[in-house]
């Protein structure tokens, strides 16, 4: 009977292992804790079978042999016995539940740690995927060929990466339930069966081997069951995950269904959704449940057909089928166990493809790892300098020719486009977000090669979005850095009063809600107070009404001179503010 977790995917064991060369103790505190979780149930067979067989006919057989273990021995004395393995097992059950979860939390916290690490190294091999227009997020978590459901923000929409994020969560919370109740249980309901069996040999071999022998063929059997509910299982959380994106659309989009009377089709969409949800939740969940209790079953008919055959024994030997029942009776649970670890193992194993980070922790360049740390490019890049562009061509959006623009230090330049022409694109290449096609960008005579990630370039970047995260105001214009002075760069900007409004407000998720003017302010003195000598501003006046979008402007107009400008839209009354425009064709 297979007994353990199945090692197609070996690498739903690298979490585990990385978190158990972390925290030694904790490893090693589990593996002894389960060891002795398991010899005492072991012990607890032991006990039970010689108790149950000595209150049923005594410790010694009507002709005065004795029976073998435990001969001689009383009752009571034997049932204080199994107490204290009882004790000493739940004792040890304690102490392994706390060092898993503390391995368990561990793993989750570096599968956690991975997936942020590869998303601010950005992309991996130089590959980047089309998005839909062109606003798209951040490149892929990793290159080539994804299976299908895998987690991907690449060419997504604000409200679409928002979803992905969801799903990369819940992928990890599956990985995590698969390592506690499907890698690490396997371990322990090992740990419990080892015992079981050695005592099952103990007390009659021809037992145990009969045993055996029936079980064989079953266990056979119910592993190619579990291989097809294993491939079921991958293709139904596909399915699920992509009849949630389908229903949180519904969602989203509330208000243009109600604007065009569409309520109807909105909610016969979510309807129908959630019935196709409920039958196949329904049906994985009775095959789950069969599954896990085919164990017990096998075993049940495996004692059965044992008993029946012993039961032409003579009396001599039949004496030893009590003992062996009742062993075999505490292997049922743990053998459920190792059904139950079979299939949250399963469903761990589709995370992981779903989530598609790395087995390995990437290894970041040795010039992008530390953005912070100073060197001499970074003092070049630090001061004023030209920013040459020359031949650039980009690998999305609808930007063909090859682009070439050069912007003298102070100055600001405008570059013009129809939505989904390459504007952001362009930006996420400067930034070093994305890789171009061909091209160069060079400042202050250094080029701005791969090597150069986005933390060392010359750029402060203000998004369309203006996004905020979760946090003060200082916090949201900092980004951890020291020295921030949210008023000076509010003042500068002659939005000072915002200030004082905001002052000590939690923003972003769980916070103060913020109009478009509102979040632009907060962007552009984020920019301001990084220090960088250059500007990418991405439609700072989108979606903002006149009076907010003068204000704005007045204050990209100050910035004329001490700082270097690249501003790019589809508004032209953005461009007053530009010493210098270029239409992108």
């Known amino acids: ?267 016969s969409r979510v309807v129908g959704l959630g019935a196709r949800l409920t039958a196949l939740s329904s049906s994985l969940a009775a095959r789950a449940q069969a599954l896990s209790s085919a164990n017990e079953v096998l075993a049940a008919l495996a004692l059965v057909l044992v008993v029946a055959g012993a039961s032409r024994w003579t009396l001599a030997d039949r004496a030893t089928v009590v003992p062996f029942a009742v062993a075999f009776f505490l292997a049922y649970k743990p053998l459920r166990d190792l059904g139950d670890a079979r299939l949250a193992w399963a469903k761990g194993e589709a995370a992981l493809e779903r989530l598609a980070l790395p087995t390995e922790a990437p290894a970041p360049d040795a010039e992008v790892a530390s953005p912070r740390s100073p060197s001499a490019t970074d003092a070049a890049l630090a001061g004023p300098g030209l920013l040459e562009v020359d031949g650039l061509r980009l690998r999305r959006g609808g930007l063909v020719a090859p682009l070439r623009f050069a912007v003298a230090p102070g100055r600001s330049l405008g570059l013009v486009a129809p939505t989904g022409k390459g504007k952001t694109t362009l930006l996420r290449v400067l930034l070093g977000l994305e890789p171009p096609l061909a091209g160069s960008v060079r400042y202050g005579g250094v080029e701005l090669g791969p090597r150069i990630g986005p933390g060392r370039r010359p750029f402060a970047w203000v998004p369309q979005d203006a996004p905020l995260i979760a946090g003060t105001l200082e916090e949201n214009v900092g980004l951890g850095a020291a020295g921030i002075d949210p008023r000076r760069a509010l003042r500068a900007l002659g939005a000072e009063e915002l200030h004082d409004a905001l002052q000590g407000d939690a923003l972003g998720a769980g916070g103060r809600t913020l109009s478009g003017g509102e979040r632009q302010w907060v962007a552009l003195a984020r920019a301001l107070e990084a220090g960088r000598p250059v500007l990418l501003l991405d439609e700072p006046t989108s979606g903002l009404d006149a009076a907010s979008q003068a204000r704005v402007l007045e204050a990209i107009a100050a910035l004329r001179g001490s700082r270097t400008v690249v501003l790019v839209t589809h508004r032209r009354e953005a461009l007053a503010v530009c010493d210098e425009v270029i239409e992108l064709g």
Request: glycine residues 10%; hydrophobic residues 50%; charged residues 20%.
């Open 1 to 267: 009977m297979p007994l353990s977790p199945s090692t197609t995917s070996p690498s739903l064991y690298a979490p585990v292992r990385e978190a158990a060369r972390r925290d030694v103790r904790s490893a090693a505190l589990f593996l002894f804790c389960t060891a002795a979780h398991g010899v005492a149930h072991g012990a607890l067979a032991l006990f039970a079978g010689a108790l149950v067989r000595g209150l049923a006919g005594g410790l010694t057989l009507m002709d005065g042999r004795s029976t073998g273990l435990f001969a001689g021995g009383s009752a009571p004395a034997l049932a204080l016995a199994g107490a204290v393995a009882a004790t000493f097992k739940g004792a040890a059950a304690v102490a392994a539940a706390g060092a898993q979860a503390r391995l368990v939390g561990a793993a989750g916290e570096r599968l956690r740690m991975r997936a942020l690490s590869v998303r601010l190294q950005g992309p991996l091999g130089g590959e980047c995927q089309a998005g839909h227009g062109d606003h798209a997020p951040a490149p892929k978590l990793t290159p080539g060929r994804r299976a299908p459901g895998v987690t991907d923000l690449t060419g997504a929409s604000q409200a679409d990466v928002g979803s992905g994020v969801a799903s990369l969560t819940t992928s990890i919370r599956d990985i995590e339930h698969a390592l506690a109740a499907g890698l690490l249980q396997s371990v322990r309901a090992l740990a419990e069966l080892a015992p079981i069996v050695v005592v099952l040999f103990v007390v009659d071999a021809r037992l145990a081997v009969a045993a055996s022998l029936v079980l064989t063929p079953f266990a056979w059997a119910l592993g190619r069951l579990r291989r097809a509910w294993k491939r079921r299982q991958r293709k139904a959380m596909h399915e699920a995950e992509a009849l949630f994106s389908v229903a949180d659309d519904a969602l989203r989009h509330a208000d243009l269904f109600r604007v065009y009377r569409a309520e109807d089709l909105a909610r």
